[in-house]
């Protein structure tokens, strides 16, 4: 073996090592605090070991980006703990608080984590949007003092379940991917069972049929050794045939057991006897599990063997578990190493009680060889390998053609199309996306002027065949518009992607995406997965709520309110009108590229040095514009999330707190109750999200000795006196206001959507959910009590 090999070969044997070790000590201490047992990635990590090693000791370079396996999570940090980007304290406290992480996360663990992983699935589609990302930015012309770098993702082959995966693959297929390795740890075996016979072959040729190339590891050296001996291709043959059930069962059993079912099967053809009667029992199994995920010369020679930038799918044969005592056992995802099986395999790994931490314990390659190799590893040459990109001055001002009447979806269009105009250079950074509702959520006019993204130019057929159209659809590698397919999990991906590119290739983007409000839960677990890796975008949701009345139900959103405030690192807002829209789109650019330590703001409480993505939930519904000018204080008050639209008086007997859409509902419900009711307030909520986020910031600060503390919604309500009431009105969930009456303890009269919508006009959908001025003056008159409110009907 070269000083190579056997420096892979140890390190290999230390990954395998200290990742059990790191789960059995977490372990121990889970059982000893609480009497829990957290579970284990033994089987799961072990099955990985010889992949990563390869991987990250011999092929990567410093460009290069991986999303590893969430289960394979002890083997990266053992790895990291290996290169010096991990300590010791944080695998001793592995599942612990502000311990390494049970799956990589970007943001929660200290080591070189490139894409957090969790939700299975996730991480492989992210590197390849992560690789459409990198070929907009060089294409744009910014980072090519860098080269480019591999989109590596290491996959389990029940992770191939997961549908993102294969709408990303469509995705890949339409943009040219390139630079993009998945790596199948083919060990047949998922959380419950053993997976279908002939996978590997679906996963062939589809693949190829996306225009990947398709590796296949199936057979390490010493098999491939074996098939060449007398008696081999009956050998070959029967492990081709053998059932995945099988063949785990049998590495689970050992070498005694391999035997006697060999020599059941194929033993009596001479040959064949005699290859199997050279092999003692040990050796035997060496070499039944001598697959080529488990062998670096076999991974060394495909990996080294890619001289292409086209994407390529490694499928690599791996038994669970490999090199622990429940090797191939259909129980293993869980399975954890008894105390005894822990020190039997401490005696097969040569580490001394007491030096499990130390790096190179147990090894046969002296420390000063492996030191000098982990110095010379080509992937840590540059150290740590996340960029900060430079931030983009925003100008004061977004202009915006006021019209006298406007819907905030209008507005928006309006916003991007004045910033296409212009010449400032952060237009240059914006890059818009949407899942085939490019025109219909108003950025046509931001990509007829900035053009669609392609690799390769491509003409406008319309144009050039001289068809009127409102559109021009010229496609070309300066482009600033990414159209996507009808699949809403992969603008979230791409997002993530386009929101991360500052720190994973050193160019900083301002992605927008939109989509339909409804549609942001079919893509849920991607959002959630974007925002916990801290990318950073702008998602314009529109049009929203049962206001899209003619569209009927299943267009119609009522919960996304409230997932706007609960979802972290999503500021959510909600405008009525388009000079609000116009100050949050100028914040949120800002609020964008944000990166402080997460000191609250003593004003509001909020957090908004760290920064984040924003979230606009917009509508189509036209509303008439205020005529005011927005100076900085009311700019202030729209971005910390609500202002007095009419400010209460002394004796005020209720106040109106509207949400978007309904404010005409609102605006009306207030001028018939003041004909009657003296000093009617309107409070227009622009963020339900931010105003809760400072209420609760507040109140834990007050908590911790900050006694003045004061958030932007407690000085709002703070002059109202305990006997008035509060009438909400949101088009989504009731609940996404309810909340305001519990700031100071006023009452409360919520209203809002509950079931599902059905089709009509505005006037008869505001009737139905009983959001309209009636509802809300019936509310009014409810939470005041016996002061008659002219003007009422029967509720519908």
Known sequence: ??????????????????????????????????????????????????????????????????????????????????????????????????GAQSYPSRTKDVDDVDFSTGSVGLGVAQTLFSSLAQDYVRAHGWGLERPEGRMVALIGDAEMDEGNIYEALIEGWKHGLRNTWWVVDYNRQSLDAVVREGLWERFEAMFRNFGWDVVILKYGKLLEAAFAEPGGEALRRWIDTCPNQLYAALCYQGGAAWRKRLEDDIGDQGAVTALIGRRSDAELARLMTNLAGHDLPSLLEAFEGIDHDRPVCFIAYTIKGFGLPFQGHKDNHAGLMTPAQMEAFRAAMSVRPGHEWDRFEGLSVPAKTLEAFLKDVPFAARGRRRYEGAKLPIPDRLAVPMQPAMSTQQGFGLILNEIARGKEPFAERIVTCSPDVTVSTNLGAFVNRRGLFAREALADTFKQERIPSTFTWDFSPKGQHIELGIAEMNLFILLSALGLTHSIHGERLLPVGTLYDPFIQRGLDALNYACYQDARFMLVATPSGVTLAPEGGAHQSIATPLIGMAQDGLAAFEPAFVDELAAIMRFGFDYMQRDGEGDPDEETWLRDETGGSVYLRLSTRTLDQPQRTMDEALASDVINGAYWLRRPGANAGVVIAYMGATASEAIAAAGLLAESHRDVGVLAVTSSDRLNAGWTAAERARQRGHDQATSHVERLLGGLTRDCGLVTVVDGHPATLAWLGAVHGHRVKSLGVEHFGQTGTVGDLYRHHGIDANAILHAAQAIMGARPVRYLRALA
Not at 25 to 31: C, K
Not at 55 to 81: C, G, M, T
Not at 83 to 94: I, P
């Open 1 to 98: 073996m070269t000083d190579r090999l056997a420096a892979l070969a140890a390190l290999e044997q230390k990954i395998l090592w200290l990742a059990s070790w790191t789960i059995h000590n977490a372990n121990h201490l889970r059982e000893n605090a609480d009497g829990l047992k957290v579970g284990g990635h033994q089987a799961s990590s072990a099955s990985l070991a010889t992949i990563m090693t390869a991987l990250y000791f011999a092929v990567l370079r410093p460009e290069d980006r991986v999303a590893v396996k969430p289960h394979a999570s002890p083997n990266f940090h053992a790895i990291q703990y290996l290169l010096g980007n991990q300590t010791r304290e944080k695998l001793e406290n592995f599942r612990g608080f502000k």
